[in-house]
């Protein structure tokens, strides 16, 4: 029969990983528990203010933009881009000259649709210019069978 371990004699995975910096913290630590200063009280919270802030601005940027840009700015969550994001997961992503590409198009991206943004008249050019490319990617998806097409 095995015996549980009491809680306080357990041994948390930072706190093995901080053995390597001080054997002697840790178990000091350990018996004694942790006594944050006051300054390091002020810090944490002040910290936890700047993550949930920065985590909240990249949530709504996120769902603001979306991550098919360009297709997303002209084209809404329609089909067309629903089809292109297909193309992106099943063609581009397994090689690496796809990932390379996908790379390149996310940095580049945001600069060509704040420029739509700008110039409105441009939407519809790149809306045309895209539309083949629809086209030629759901070809693609539809050759290898009705179950890679949807979703």
């Known amino acids: 029969m095995r015996r549980r371990r009491k809680a306080k004699r357990a041994v948390s995975a930072s706190a093995l990983s901080q053995m390597g910096v001080c054997e002697r913290l840790v178990v000091f630590e350990h018996s004694e528990g942790k006594r944050p200063t006051p300054e390091q009280r ?12 920065f985590a909240s601005e990249g949530e709504t940027e996120a769902a603001r933009r979306g991550r098919c840009f360009i297709a997303t700015h002209v084209f809404g969550e329609g089909p067309e881009t629903q089809v292109l994001r297909r193309f992106r997961d099943r063609y581009l992503r397994p090689t690496r000259a796809g990932r ?4 390149a198009y996310y940095r580049l991206a ?5 420029a739509m943004e700008r110039w409105p ?24 069978g009705p179950s890679d ?3």
Request: hydrophobic share 50%; charged share 20%.
């Open 42 to 53: 002020v810090a944490l919270q002040r910290g936890l203010r700047a993550h949930r802030q």
């Open 100 to 103: 390379r590409l996908i790379l």
């Open 110 to 114: 945001p600069t060509v649709c704040r």
């Open 121 to 144: 008249m441009t939407r519809s050019l790149t809306r045309a210019a895209i539309r083949p490319l629809v086209w030629c990617a759901a070809q693609l998806l539809a050759d290898r």
């Open 149 to 151: 097409v949807s979703g």
